[in-house]
């Protein structure tokens, strides 16, 4: 049997790990009090204007808003509810409320 032919037989029978090309750090979100002092200390935006942001990037019905930490970073993940019944996860920059990321 030619080398060839043992080399790919050999890298099908290998299982190839699973590459998560828009992979992230792991996001912790915090507690309301945390929330409460991370927005009365200044260091992120009002919810109220997360969900304003949101609302403009993925137009619905904000159903959820959560902040986070992501790395040093803080996150906030909003999730709307559009009129066709979809859902949109929308992904803010918490100092900024800069649209990060809709899905």
Known sequence: MPVETIFAMT???????IV???SQEPMSCLSADET???????????PAQASRHA????????????LCRQGDDYVYVVT????DGRVARV?????????????
């Open 11 to 17: 890298l099908l029978a290998t299982p190839l790990p």
């Open 20 to 22: 998560h090309i828009d």
């Open 36 to 46: 409460r002092d991370a927005v009365a200390e200044g260091r992120v935006i009002q």
């Open 55 to 66: 609302r403009q990037a993925a137009p619905g019905e904000v159903v959820r808003i959560r």
């Open 80 to 83: 709307t509810l559009k009129r």
């Open 91 to 103: 992904t803010l920059e918490g100092q900024s409320g800069k649209v990060g990321t809709i899905r």
